[in-house]
């Protein structure tokens, strides 16, 4: 028994070794194909350590950064293989592979960033934030009432940017002594004006009403069970389909169906009953989204049907009509502190009565005005353009401050920040291919 065991670890060492050295290979291709980065040249940094599983993270922040760049030149420093790889393919914005402590340290010394920026909570970001004389930012990577909202992990960045109002309040309630009026800049949601591009809708212009299903996977513990595919999902697209007054954009997490297999049939027969409609009718125009891209969908659906997450307030940025379904699992924790409070629910019921419910919601003004004042608590002015601004305003008021130290500590003896604990320590991590 140990020995098969053995042999097995030791096959999966070697496979490692090829998998790590084809992507070394395959990431210094295209880094060629990139180019140099021209030295000196990048004020803003975005440090992300994670994979490509977690890469979601920082899609959503592509657009903002790309507009952010052609003010402030912006620089993605990728420590993962499987991220780097992607992200060389797909980012808007210059990268760096900057695998080891060494290869990071090359890239701070040859460039001048001011501003860093976080969008999660990886343990790696702190190989980075040990790097003083720069501002660390946490940025995140959504908006949403969830118990990661309020950790105490803000108070490693030297500033946050927040969303508005509701994200204060929260963080209030658990972080002690902590300078929100310095500390903590509202900047409302800047990916809300990227969520239609100007580029053509996948479907036409016609008078039925478009529905956004975007249900979250089924979770790995009752305290987290929100999605409804299983329990909402199947009913409700069949239903709407049954009308031939709705077209359905129907956009499933990516992890439907990982841990219950219930869950990922019933997220087949919807993309089952979604084609064969289309077959039947192909005016309907339904459509399965499991693209990377995320933003038109959220601003061109007459109405949202989401379950808890992030997609809530997604969808919320956009001040259009939303429905949000209400767990059928007793053990999954409901936030009763913010928008969940007093969101539009939609019950697990037969399908006529859900579709009901779904034509209500998207045609009543009292439940849009509803709407509008947790738009308002949450983002703040959602008029076009206007959080993009606030985005810009806070990065050039950092980098305004970063000029005031800089100059207040010119005369300052240089310092060796040069990280031989940290290059010791990853040692262990060299095999490593996400």
Known sequence: M????????????????????RAQARIAEKLAEQGPLEPHRFRVGVYFAD???NLYQLRQWYQPLARLAERHPVLVLSRASGAALDLLDESPLPVAYVRRVADLEHVIHEQDLHVVFYVNQNAKNFQMMRYGRRWHVFINHGESDKMYMTTNQFKAYDYALIAGDAARARLEKVLWDYDFDKRAIPIGRPQADHYLDGRAL???????????????WEGDRGAAAYGSIASHGV???RALIATGRHRVIYRPHPRSGVVDHDYGTANQEIKRMLGQANAADPAAH???????????????????????????YDRLAAGKPLLVTRPVN??????TGGYL???????????????????????????????????????GDTTPGVTT???HDAVDHLMAEWERFAALHATDPEVDDHDAEGEAAEQSDELEVD
Not at 330 to 335: G, L, N, R, S, Y
Request: proline share 3%.
């Open 2 to 21: 140990g020995l098969r065991r053995d042999a097995r670890r030791a096959v999966k060492l070697v496979q490692n070794v090829v998998r790590s050295r």
């Open 51 to 53: 994979g490509r599983v």
């Open 202 to 216: 996948p479907y036409p212009d016609d008078d039925r009403d478009v529905v956004l299903y975007a249900p979250t």
């Open 235 to 237: 009913d409700l697209v």
């Open 286 to 312: 339904h459509i399965v989204d499991e693209g990377k891209e995320l933003g038109w969908q959220l601003a061109a659906a007459d109405v949202a049907i989401v379950d808890i997450s992030a997609m809530v």
């Open 330 to 335: 007793p053990d999954a924790q409901v936030d």
């Open 341 to 379: 409070s007093a969101c539009e629910w939609l019950d697990r019921v037969d399908g006529a009565s859900m579709v009901t419910r779904v034509d209500e919601v998207a045609h009543d003004a009292q439940a849009l005005e509803r709407l509008g004042y947790w738009v308002e608590r949450y983002f």
């Open 389 to 391: 601004r606030r985005f």
